[in-house]
């Protein structure tokens, strides 16, 4: 997509040249239409004209020769206020002009190019009925090309991103906004808009679907912006066992990836499990230099080499899983054609009520009802393996988002943070592991704390009431934390508030945890002050027995100096205690 001018606004009239392939055309056309409409608040008439055109000799010269070529359409928009009947003050009408160019422009910086099937609608909510699970879109199903279950991605025009499952429109959904259409006589088609959640609403655009009242819905008409990649399976490797510290990538597969690493971030995502997460491509290389193998004994395959940890919690050793998404589940039932096995799966797997997921069993009425439940198991293992639940995991291709230039302060306020985070790093120390979300306990949401089990709260350098910092891809989050046994040693009970934070929509989502360091520096405050003021007594003590350091004013300082040090000298070995649980 290249930009060609922004015109101005000469005449109360603004005009945007935009250039990109010429199948994009129609795509350009409802997109910005709908940006400027929902920026001028009007959907009677259109405020925006987008027609293809040919350029200006004046503005050809200007153009890069990619933007000219055959295969390129050149589209102009034209918004004039004249068009809608409406007056408006040359100021007011300058600052949505300019709103509506920076949402555009946001809008086509963050998008996939790449994307094999990309649309643009309208957004609506979703019935009240119809908000689980809550990452899903509901698409109008006659005329959309997207397949039920498919997983896409949405764009705001702020830039937001999130990841969802394809659903028909519901009925209820369908009659709301057919009700809101005519009532307000509203001349847009249905099949214009889509269905989101109040999760996903809230996620894209910032803020809650209601502004003023629940009659006034503000994002009414908003665009949003829905693709779908190419799926990208790959075979899972088993790495060597001195490479068994994090996920990487043949070397193979690595080379393909790695020069779209400045425009994309990866994760790593096993669809039934609905387990995923991040992937650092810059240090994802396995170094087999093509020595990996495939099913025919090929080299050069690709593979993402899974350790065995990062299969234990990404669920590739379940058997069966424990936990299958709804969606998933119903896709494999619908294939199976054996009335046994169908009978099997249902002995296995309940459905979790308001979640999107079948959970395996685990409590049984009899001893008989257990041995029947074992025997299903083993028959259902079978056939996840047969059909290739264990075997494949799939790459997600995320578009980055635009790096904003920092001010003078921000820039100070993240040395500031960088040299503090040293300094603890350094004084306190911090070990980082990879843990597996689950549900939290029961009273846990109300009190907005973590769980974790005595094992890892001593690997993390943590005990009861202390804080640990959880990361989700680029989110942080902090919050305090309590020993619960009966999770396993690679699981973390996350509240629905913290979980929310971080824009978590999968309960088995795969996260990073380390003890906030800043936390245990004041928890030691009392040891501090002990060992600050024994040390500055002392050293004053035994300085001023000596001219040198009282005479002067170099002397003094010398002392000073001498003081300073001995208090970094103190406060290093009054924290060594700290140091040494992580190492």
Not at 454 to 473: A, C, P, Q, T, Y
């Amino acid at each position: 997509m290249v930009l060609l001018n922004t015109g101005d606004c000469k005449g109360r009239k603004a005009v945007l040249s935009l250039s990109g392939p010429s199948e994009s055309s129609a795509f350009l056309e409802k997109l910005t239409t709908g940006l400027w409409e929902y920026t001028f608040e009007d959907y009677t008439s259109a405020c925006v004209l987008v027609r293809p055109f040919a350029p200006d000799p004046g503005l050809s010269e200007k153009l890069p020769s990619e933007a000219t070529g055959p295969d390129t359409a050149v589209l102009q928009l034209t918004l004039d206020p004249r068009i809608l009947g409406k007056t408006e003050p040359e100021k007011a009408y300058r600052e949505r002009t300019v709103t509506a160019l920076r949402r555009l422009l946001h809008t086509l910086s963050g998008m996939d190019w790449l994307s094999e099937k990309c649309e643009v609608y309208r957004i609506f909510q979703a019935a009240a009925g119809s908000q689980i699970p809550q990452d899903k879109i509901e698409v109008p199903a006659e005329d959309t090309s997207f397949s039920p279950n498919a997983f896409l991605h949405l764009l705001s025009y702020n830039g937001s991103h999130e990841t969802v499952r394809c659903y028909p429109i519901s009925k209820a959904s369908g009659k709301e906004l057919e009700d809101f259409l005519s009532e307000r006589k509203i001349p847009l088609p249905a099949s214009d808009f889509v269905m989101l959640t109040n999760r996903m609403i809230e996620l894209l655009y910032g803020r809650e679907w209601y502004e003023h009242t629940e009659e006034t819905p503000g994002l009414f008409g908003a665009p949003i912006v829905v693709y779908e990649s190419r799926q990208e399976s790959y075979d899972i490797g088993i790495p060597k066992a001195d490479q068994v510290h994090r996920v990487l990538l043949s070397t193979s597969l690595y080379r393909e990836k790695l020069p779209l690493s400045r425009h994309y971030e990866y994760l790593i995502f096993n669809p039934y499990a609905d387990s995923r997460m991040y992937l650092n491509l810059e240090n994802a290389d396995y170094g087999d230099n093509g020595r990996v193998k495939d099913k025919r004994g090929n080299r050069g395959a690709q593979k993402v080499m899974l350790p065995r940890y990062y299969r234990l919690m990404m669920g590739y050793l379940e058997k069966p899983l424990k936990s299958i998404r709804a969606e998933e589940y119903r896709r494999i039932c619908d294939r199976i054609t054996d009335p046994a096995l169908q009978k099997d799966f249902d002995t296995c797997y309940e459905k979790v009520s308001g979640q999107a997921y079948y959970m395996l069993r685990d409590t049984f009425e009899s001893e008989e009802r257990r041995q029947i439940f074992e025997r299903s198991c083993e028959r259902v293992t079978r056939h996840l393996t047969e059909i290739g639940v264990y075997s494949g995991i799939q790459l997600i291709r995320i578009p980055k988002k635009e790096r904003k230039r920092k001010t003078l302060r921000e820039r100070i306020r993240a040395f500031r943070t960088g040299l503090r985070e040293a300094v603890y790093r350094k004084a306190i120390g911090q070990a980082e592991y990879i843990l597996k979300t689950c549900w939290a306990g029961d009273t846990d949401d109300k009190n907005n704390v973590v769980r974790l089990n005595s094992n890892m709260m001593s690997l993390i350098g943590v005990s009861e009431n202390d804080k640990i910092r959880i990361r989700f891809g680029p989110r942080e989050i902090t919050l305090r934390i309590l020993s619960r046994e009966d999770l396993t040693d690679y699981e973390i009970g996350i509240p629905a508030s913290g979980r929310r934070a971080l824009a978590m929509n999968s309960m088995n989502d795969i996260v990073s945890v380390s003890r906030d360091m800043e936390h245990t520096f004041k928890r030691h405050s009392q040891e501090q002050t002990i060992a600050i003021l024994g040390t500055v007594l002392a050293a004053v003590q035994v300085l001023t027995a000596f001219d040198f350091f009282t005479a002067t004013v170099w002397g003094v300082l010398t002392a000073v100096l001498i003081i300073l040090l001995a208090i970094v000298s103190m406060l290093y070995f009054a924290l060594s205690e700290e140091r040494v649980k992580i190492k």
